[in-house]
Each structure stands twice: as structure tokens, then as C-alpha cells.
T-cell receptor
Framework: AQSVTQLGSHVSVSEGALVLLRCNYS??????LFWYVQYPNQGLQLLLK??????LVKGINGFEAEFKKSETSFHLTKPSAHMSDAAEYFC?????????????FGAGTRLFVKA | GAGVSQSPSNKVTEKGKDVELRCDPI?????LYWYRQSLGQGLEFLIY????????KSGLPSDRFSAERTGGSVSTLTIQRTQQEDSAVYLC?????????????FGAGSRLTVL
């Protein structure tokens, strides 16, 4: 079964600083990988996804993630944090099971942005 | 509908009572998923449906939990004899199908509090 591990339940950065949220996956086959974001009092929404077309994936709001097979990583980055980026971020992987794929989520990383 | 709709948004119940949580997916989405999000935890997979069939029920925590889907549309998650540890936000999501690269669209969730 596939799984993802997110390093750090909380990350705090200053406004304008680099955002780096870490995610490692375990998969015996080329994975489908995702980052979802949950803003305060809102539902989860897709930030970006990796489906093997390109190793560097760009998402909404200036976020991007790079798939590194040798490191089994899919870290999320943004060059300059904005106050509105404060949210919880979930890394996820598709796991093929009985009858289809289910999406397995990591424990989440809460991002705090300081003024 | 335009989005995934869940009801009730909030439910407070007494220990031992049964509860039903409803999910109305996006029209045309054949796949439907239920997750549970507890405080400080990630998203725990419960069950998914392809049409009215549930190929994978492995995530249901106990036999007190059950789910059904009718008409390839609305789904109900039922928790019998609720316990305090069932308190959580229950999230429903839908997607076009059960393919690995598919993106999930989430509802706002049903917050369950068991007293």
C-alpha cells in the first residue's frame, strides 16, 4: 500500500520568506501525488498534482512541487510567503486497491505566516 | 449540483445515539469517498463508492459504521451507538471516476460532537 509522510506538523515562516513543506512517499510503482490545502473554515482544495508528465509541477497561488524519485520526495515550495498562505497543507498519494484508486493523505502541516 | 454538499454541517448527539450524515456529490461524478478528520490528525480514509457499489470498506473503524449510496448519487454514512471517540469532522468527496490521477472535490464537512 502507498503512503505519505509529512515532516513537521507545524511550520512557521515570516512574510516574504521561503515556504518549504516536506513530503515523502512510499510507493512500489510510479505514484500519483497531490498537495491539497485547507484554508480556515473552508473545505480542502487541490493545490497541484503530479502524474509523471513533468517532475516540476506548478500549482495555484505561486506554489510548486518537485518530484524526486531518488529521494522519494514531493516537497512543496513557494518563494515568498504571504499572510493569506496560512492554512493546513496535506500531501496525498493515490493507492490502487480493490476496484479502483483511493487517495491516502498525510497527517498535514499547518503553516503559520508571521508579519 | 455545483459542488459537494454535506448535511448537517454540525451535529451534537448523546453517546449511544445513532446519527446519519448525508453527502450529495457533484452531478456526474461516479466516485464518492468518505474521510474522517479528527483534531490534530490527518484525513482517515473510511470508504469509497463507484456508482452504488463499495469496493473497499476497509477503512470503516468498526461495525457501528456503515454507508450506502443510492441512484449513483446521494450517500449516507451511518454511525450507530455513537461513542465519544467518534467526534470528528466527516468529509465527503467526489471525483469523475476511481482513476488514480483524478482530483477529489470536497464538501465542507459534517462536524460531529458526541457528548
Amino acid at each position: 500500500a502507498q503512503s505519505v509522510t509529512q515532516l513537521g506538523s507545524h511550520v512557521s515562516v515570516s512574510e516574504g520568506a521561503l515556504v518549504l513543506l516536506r513530503c515523502n512517499y512510499s510507493s512500489s510503482v510510479p505514484p500519483y501525488l497531490f498537495w491539497y490545502v485547507q484554508y480556515p473554515n473552508q473545505g480542502l482544495q487541490l493545490l497541484l498534482k503530479y502524474t509523471s508528465a513533468a517532475t516540476l509541477v506548478k500549482g495555484i497561488n505561486g506554489f510548486e512541487a518537485e518530484f524526486k524519485k531518488s529521494e522519494t520526495s514531493f516537497h512543496l515550495t513557494k518563494p515568498s510567503a504571504h499572510m493569506s498562505d496560512a492554512a493546513e497543507y496535506f500531501c496525498a498519494v493515490s493507492d490502487e486497491g480493490t476496484g479502483g484508486f483511493k487517495t491516502i493523505f498525510g497527517a498535514g502541516t499547518r503553516l503559520f505566516v508571521k508579519a | 449540483g455545483a459542488g459537494v454538499s454535506q448535511s448537517p454541517s454540525n451535529k451534537v448527539t448523546e453517546k449511544g445515539k445513532d446519527v446519519e450524515l448525508r453527502c450529495d456529490p457533484i452531478s456526474g461524478h461516479t466516485a464518492l469517498y468518505w474521510y474522517r478528520q479528527s483534531l490534530g490528525q490527518g484525513l482517515e480514509f473510511l470508504i469509497y463508492f463507484q456508482g452504488n457499489s463499495a469496493p473497499d470498506k476497509s477503512g470503516l473503524p468498526s461495525d457501528r459504521f456503515s454507508a450506502e449510496r443510492t441512484g449513483g448519487s446521494v450517500s449516507t454514512l451511518t454511525i450507530q451507538r455513537t461513542q465519544q471517540e467518534d467526534s470528528a469532522v466527516y468529509l465527503c468527496a467526489s471525483s469523475i471516476s476511481l482513476r488514480g490521477a483524478n482530483v477529489l472535490t470536497f464538501g465542507a464537512g459534517s462536524r460531529l460532537t458526541v457528548l
